[in-house]
Nanobody, 117 residues
Framework: VQLQASGGGLVQTGGSLRLSCLVSGLTSDDYTIGWFRRAPGEERQGVSCIYGYGTNERTHYLDAVKGRFTMSRDNAKNTVYLQMTSLRPEDTAVYYC?????????WGQGTLVTVSS
């Protein structure tokens, strides 16, 4: 399984970006996928995740991004997205996608998001 994250960049405060994570090599829909971030000098934190499938699908968000970020997935394109709006300087970080498919964990390479004040 491989994850390829993209979509990061430089944006002004209040701006928007959409991150993408292309997943390849999966043989089952039974997995959890999420976005994490690591800001300079800080520990990695979970931003959002999707778990379950179909009518049981649920999405969870870090409190700091609720109402501003939206995570979604397009199964036909094997891609998950993180739509980020109303960006703030404190959102500056390297963003990673992570997939859990018991017993395995897979990480993407990270994409840098920089929000200027």
């Amino acid at each position: 399984v491989q994850l390829q994250a993209s979509g990061g960049g430089l944006v002004q405060t209040g701006g928007s970006l959409r991150l993408s994570c292309l997943v390849s090599g999966l043989t089952s829909d039974d997995y959890t996928i999420g976005w994490f971030r690591r800001a300079p000098g800080e520990e990695r934190q979970g931003v959002s995740c999707i778990y379950g499938y179909g009518t049981n699908e649920r999405t969870h968000y870090l409190d700091a991004v609720k109402g501003r970020f939206t995570m979604s997935r397009d199964n036909a394109k094997n891609t998950v997205y993180l739509q980020m709006t109303s960006l703030r300087p404190e959102d500056t970080a390297v963003y990673y996608c992570k997939l859990n498919q018991i017993p395995h964990i897979y990480w993407g390479q990270g994409t840098l998001v920089t929000v200027s004040s």
